[in-house]
């Protein structure tokens, strides 16, 4: 079963940077597109940015050109560098595989952005 261990998050001021780690199991890391999530308090949660198994990127408009997705495939691993922080980020940050569409998240890391 897919397994998700989120971590790198924070409390960081506005302007700031963080960079996210996830760290997956259960599936073939390497075949497969992750995508990075987020909800906010009172929200639903929201889609972030991708990146395949080629290494093609996707970005919602909201955090293109300041959140970078990359992946290590030798270490089961995505990350998520931010940039340029606005208070609006504050989210708690999951990362799943995008062609999984069960219920199975991790526990996510929670990123506060302070104005």
């Known amino acids: 079963q897919e397994q998700y261990v989120e971590s790198g998050g924070g409390l960081v001021q506005a302007g700031g940077s963080l960079r996210l780690s996830c760290a997956a199991s259960?599936?073939?890391?390497?075949?497969?597109?992750i995508g990075w999530y987020r909800r906010a308090p009172g929200k639903q949660r929201e889609f972030v940015a991708a990146?395949?198994?080629?290494?093609?990127?996707n970005y919602a408009m909201s955090v293109r050109s300041r959140f970078t997705i990359s992946r290590d495939n030798a270490k089961n691993t995505v990350y998520l560098q931010m940039n340029s922080l606005k208070p609006e980020d504050t989210a708690v940050y999951y990362c799943?595989?995008?062609?999984?569409?069960?219920?199975?998240w991790g526990q996510g890391t929670q990123v506060t952005v302070s104005s």
């Open positions: 990146i395949s198994s080629s290494g093609t990127t």
């Open positions: 799943k595989m995008v062609n999984s569409f069960n219920d199975n």
């Open positions: 259960g599936f073939s890391f390497a075949t497969e597109g």
